[in-house]
């Protein structure tokens, strides 16, 4: 007697289920709302360089335009004040990629006086209120610190955070 092949069998199982097999979930479009007005940016060190008081924030504006064929979006510190500076470009749209850095520290959450030269990414999320926002960017550089009067190296690595959380 002949037994029934293995493909029979898993119709036989299926058909019995009552169910209809699973199917693909399709994923989430990118968010493509840009960024525009004031925002915290935060600096999250990578853990290994043991910066106390970490994560650190300050206030930036940011601007998105387009200018040719290319969204791209700029922060500085408030009233244009370019000693911080974040460049990065929407490409592809819902997705951010460029620089943050700072020319001299700047002066950030807790008194804490920070330098910036890294390249960052991140993908572009809603905040409450359906404003845009990054929750959660990666940056490859350098970060140093100097808080209350004691100077820290500067920590190089290639997965430190940053978020721009709308205000």
């Not at 029979?8 to 960024?35: H, N, R």
């Not at 940011?62 to 500076?85: F, I, K, W």
């Not at 404003?131 to 190296?153: C, F, H, K, N, P």
Request: some cysteine; aromatic content about 6%; charged content about 15%.
């Amino acid at each position: 007697m002949k037994t029934p092949g293995a493909p029979f069998v898993f119709a036989l199982a299926l058909a019995g289920c009552g169910e209809e097999p699973p199917t693909l979930s399709t994923p989430l479009p990118p968010v493509t709302t840009l960024l525009s007005g004031t925002y915290d940016l935060v600096v999250k060190p990578d853990a290994a360089c043991g910066f106390p008081g970490a994560p650190y924030t300050v206030r930036v504006e940011v601007v998105s335009s387009t200018t040719g064929g290319h969204t791209e979006l700029r922060a500085t510190l408030p009233g244009g004040d370019p000693t911080l500076g974040l460049e990065m470009l929407y490409d592809p749209p819902g997705f951010l990629g460029g620089s943050i850095g700072t020319r001299n520290p700047v002066v950030f959450s807790g008194g804490a006086e920070v330098y910036l030269r890294n390249a960052g990414s991140a993908a572009v999320s809603l905040a409450t209120g359906g404003r845009a926002e990054v929750a959660e960017g990666t940056m490859a550089g350098d970060i140093g610190v100097s808080l209350g009067g004691q100077d820290y190296a500067v920590c190089s690595a290639e997965n430190h955070g940053w978020e721009l959380r709308a205000r």
